[in-house]
């Protein structure tokens, strides 16, 4: 099965030729080049413009894909941080719980 652009899956094979003809019709066989070419660079624009947007958003998507990776490695050097404050804590207070049974 042939698939169309979404402008042509509604119109059959006589309705495009009404449209073409009336197109003729109205815009005259000299215009009909200048508007394709008219055409043909506002589709260029749309699509250059298309393409500007999704580099962009690759660009903000590695971007932000980096700047998880550093938050990342932040949040796990923090972790370690907290880890040894931990056991020196609790190596401070056996030395307490040491001192403290002695002098009973």
């Known amino acids: ?38 055409l043909g660079k506002g589709m260029r624009k749309i699509r250059d413009a298309k393409e500007d947007i999704q580099n962009e958003i690759r660009g903000n998507m590695a971007d932000t894909e980096k700047e998880g990776a550093v938050f990342s490695r932040e949040i796990m050097d923090v972790g370690k941080d907290l880890n040894e404050i931990k056991s020196s804590l ?8 040491k001192t403290i049974s002695r002098n009973k």
Do not use: C, H
Not at 27 to 37: D, N, Q, S, T, V
Not at 90 to 97: I, S
């Open 1 to 38: 099965m042939t698939t169309y652009p979404l402008l042509f899956n509604f119109l059959g094979t006589f309705e495009f030729i009404i449209v073409i003809l009336a197109v003729m019709f109205l815009f005259g066989p000299k215009k009909i080049p200048e508007l394709a070419r008219t």
């Open 90 to 97: 609790q190596d401070e207070v056996r030395k307490v719980e």
